[in-house]
Structures are given as structure tokens and as C-alpha cells.
């Protein structure tokens, strides 16, 4: 563990951290929506999946009577 | 010390302070001194879950800032309160009291506030792990306790909005050079069951995640009454609860 730093005005420091950063707006955008459409083919794929399933368990049915 | 860990999310309602009394309490029964600092300033809350009453804080973390009390003053010892079994778990709430919260607010403290209640424990108490409860967003209060520590949990639910907003503080904790995780909380269970979830999430985000933990209506049902690791030690959420503790400690 560091030393503990003499210091004062902690709120100000942080602030002027924070103003002292420029973030490109665009790059989240463009950043969710990326992972928006690889979440809904994620999706698109166990629905799929899901209709197997579905089928398989009916055909099982039909050939166990 | 171990290590000081900060609680962070981006939007409130991610259950940031679940996660925190959990996780601590995780911690301590793993046989670890444990201490947790509540320091959602504006809205304290983690008493409630760590079933302690306002009126039983002997002093508070608004005590401490304003010189009214030492750090042993306002620490509250809630090993045998929790009849935890192993380890210890050492708690300093925050004031619910609304004038004090306004001080708060309108008031600066020292830069390294933080670092110093950190060191007071560490010295007064011998803790393992320190666990701060911030506050939600990109505010100051909570990026000094960023950067007091030596390993921040961003917790985020699977929301659009969740998402960009957990994009972009992960993009300030990585100019300020410090070592994060992202902890997937509430997930939809359908989309839990997706074996690339967390890759997914990592590589959108450009940071690693440590854990997911599934939407479980038990949870949300039992209301904070109490920590629910300790009520239901058995369940899926506390034991990956227990995982992330194990693997933090592991490191």
C-alpha cells in the first residue's frame, strides 16, 4: 500500500481529470452497435437451435408411437 | 493489504451494492479480514443489506471527513453481528441524515482521502481487502475512489444503456492506467445460456470480464434483507459469488 499523499481540493483534481479527457462519441456509438447485431445473430442462433430441438423432440415422439 | 477493491457502475440499479456486501462477505468466509467502506455519499445504502441499522452507527464516514472522529470510531465490527463463520468483516457507513448528506455535497475534501481511510484501516485493523461502495456514473467522489484502488469491478447489466455508458468509463479507467473488470450482473437467463456471451462483452467493451451472474428472481425477492449469501449459501449467485472471491483472491 502507497504512503498516504498530502493533498487538498480532491473533488476539483478529479474534475479537472475529467475535463482533461476528450472521447470520441462516435466510437461508443459505433462500439454498441457492433455488439448489438452480434447479440441478436447470437439470438437468431439459439432460437434456431431451439427450433431443432423442438423438431427433433417431435419426430422422437411420432416414431416412439 | 491485499488489495483495495472499488465497486463501480456506470447507471444505478446494476446492484453495485449487492455485489459489494456479497462479495465481502465472500471474502471473509474465505478467512480473510474484510473491511467495506459505503461510499455512495449522496444515497448510502449498503447498511440496509448489511443489516445495520442507521441509529447503530456509532459514527459514520461523514464523521471521519470532518475530523468529529478517529477511523476506530466509526468502524463497526459485524463479524459475530453476521455470525460469519471465518474470516472478519469490518463496515463504516455513511450518514443518512440530509443536512449532513448536503455538507457533503457542497464541501471539497483532500485528494487523498481515500487512500488515507484505506491506510487508517489497514493500520488500525490489519485488513486483508478493502471494498468501496461508490456511487454510480462518472462523478468525482467516485473517480477518486478509482483511483485509490488497486482493482475496480464495473458491474453492468445487458442494457443498451449499461453498455455504451460502461464503454465509455472503461475507456477513462484505461487512460488513467488502472487494472478494471467488467462483472456481468442480472443477465437475462436466455442469454446467459450463450457460451460466447463474455467474449462478446469483452471484446466490446476492450476490457476483461471476470464474472456473470444470471437475473435470478430469488434475489430480487428477497429485498436486501440481509446478505442473501449467508440466507441461501447454497444458490447459483452465491456461489459464483464465491468464485469471484476465490478468484480474486487468487491473484
Same mark, same amino acid.
Given at each position: 500500500?502507497?504512503?498516504?499523499?498530502?493533498?487538498?481540493?480532491?473533488?476539483?483534481?478529479?474534475?479537472?481529470?475529467?475535463?482533461?479527457?476528450?472521447?470520441?462519441?462516435?466510437?461508443?456509438?459505433?462500439?454498441?452497435?457492433?455488439?448489438?447485431?452480434?447479440?441478436?445473430?447470437?439470438?437468431?442462433?439459439?432460437?434456431?437451435?431451439?427450433?431443432?430441438?423442438?423438431?427433433?423432440?417431435?419426430?422422437?415422439?411420432?416414431?416412439?408411437? | 493489504?491485499?488489495?483495495?477493491?472499488? $465497486?463501480?457502475?456506470?447507471?444505478?440499479? @446494476?446492484?453495485?451494492? @449487492? #455485489?459489494?456486501?456479497?462479495?465481502?462477505?465472500?471474502?471473509?468466509?474465505?478467512?480473510?479480514?474484510?473491511? @467495506?467502506?459505503?461510499?455512495?455519499?449522496?444515497?448510502?445504502?449498503?447498511?440496509?443489506?448489511?443489516?445495520?441499522? &442507521?441509529?447503530?452507527?456509532?459514527?459514520? *464516514?461523514?464523521?471521519? #471527513?470532518?475530523?468529529?472522529?478517529?477511523?476506530?470510531?466509526?468502524?463497526?465490527?459485524?463479524?459475530?453481528? *453476521?455470525?460469519?463463520?471465518?474470516?472478519? %468483516?469490518?463496515?463504516?457507513?455513511?450518514?443518512?441524515?440530509?443536512?449532513? $448528506?448536503?455538507?457533503?455535497?457542497?464541501?471539497?475534501?483532500?485528494?487523498?482521502?481515500?487512500?488515507?481511510?484505506?491506510?487508517? #484501516?489497514?493500520?488500525?485493523?490489519?485488513?486483508?481487502?478493502?471494498?468501496?461502495?461508490?456511487?454510480?456514473?462518472?462523478?468525482?467522489?467516485?473517480?477518486?475512489?478509482?483511483?485509490?484502488?488497486? *482493482?475496480?469491478? #464495473?458491474?453492468?447489466?445487458?442494457?443498451?444503456?449499461? $453498455?455504451?455508458?460502461?464503454?465509455?468509463?472503461?475507456?477513462?479507467?484505461?487512460?488513467?492506467?488502472?487494472?478494471?473488470?467488467?462483472? %456481468?450482473?442480472?443477465?437475462?437467463?436466455?442469454?446467459? &445460456?450463450?457460451?460466447?456471451?463474455?467474449?462478446?462483452?469483452?471484446?466490446?467493451?476492450?476490457?476483461?470480464?471476470?464474472?456473470?451472474?444470471?437475473?435470478?428472481?430469488?434475489?430480487?425477492?428477497?429485498?436486501?434483507?440481509?446478505?442473501?449469501?449467508?440466507?441461501?449459501?447454497?444458490?447459483?449467485?452465491?456461489?459464483?459469488?464465491?468464485?469471484?472471491?476465490?478468484?480474486?483472491?487468487?491473484?
Amino acid at each position: 500500500m502507497d504512503k498516504v499523499e498530502e493533498g487538498s481540493k480532491g473533488r476539483e483534481f478529479a474534475a479537472n481529470l475529467l475535463r482533461g479527457m476528450e472521447v470520441d462519441l462516435g466510437e461508443i456509438d459505433d462500439a454498441l452497435s457492433s455488439f448489438e447485431a452480434k447479440l441478436n445473430s447470437l439470438e437468431e442462433r439459439i432460437s434456431s437451435l431451439e427450433e431443432r430441438v423442438r423438431k427433433l423432440e417431435t419426430s422422437i415422439k411420432g416414431e416412439g408411437r | 493489504m491485499r488489495g483495495v477493491i472499488s $465497486i463501480h457502475s456506470y447507471r444505478g440499479g @446494476t446492484g453495485k451494492s @449487492t #455485489i459489494t456486501a456479497n462479495l465481502a462477505i465472500a471474502l471473509a468466509q474465505l478467512g480473510y479480514r474484510v473491511a @467495506t467502506v459505503d461510499l455512495d455519499l449522496s444515497s448510502p445504502g449498503l447498511h440496509v443489506i448489511l443489516n445495520v441499522n &442507521q441509529s447503530s452507527l456509532k459514527g459514520t *464516514l461523514n464523521d471521519f #471527513i470532518y475530523g468529529r472522529c478517529t477511523i476506530d470510531g466509526c468502524v463497526l465490527d459485524l463479524t459475530d453481528h *453476521l455470525g460469519l463463520a471465518n474470516g472478519s %468483516l469490518m463496515f463504516i457507513g455513511s450518514s443518512m441524515k440530509p443536512e449532513e $448528506i448536503s455538507q457533503l455535497m457542497k464541501r471539497d475534501y483532500e485528494e487523498s482521502l481515500f487512500k488515507r481511510i484505506a491506510f487508517e #484501516i489497514d493500520r488500525k485493523f490489519g485488513v486483508d481487502y478493502l471494498i468501496f461502495d461508490t456511487h454510480p456514473g462518472l462523478v468525482e467522489d467516485t473517480l477518486l475512489a478509482v483511483l485509490s484502488s488497486d *482493482l475496480s469491478l #464495473i458491474v453492468m447489466r445487458m442494457d443498451r444503456q449499461d $453498455i455504451s455508458g460502461t464503454f465509455l468509463l472503461a475507456k477513462v479507467l484505461r487512460r488513467l492506467n488502472k487494472v478494471f473488470y467488467i462483472l %456481468l450482473n442480472m443477465v437475462p437467463p436466455e442469454m446467459a &445460456q450463450m457460451p460466447e456471451l463474455k467474449e462478446d462483452v469483452s471484446n466490446a467493451i476492450k476490457a476483461p470480464v471476470l464474472g456473470l451472474i444470471p437475473f435470478y428472481d430469488e434475489v430480487l425477492s428477497h429485498r436486501s434483507k440481509g446478505a442473501f449469501i449467508l440466507r441461501h449459501p447454497k444458490h447459483v449467485f452465491s456461489t459464483t459469488i464465491y468464485d469471484i472471491a476465490k478468484t480474486i483472491s487468487s491473484w
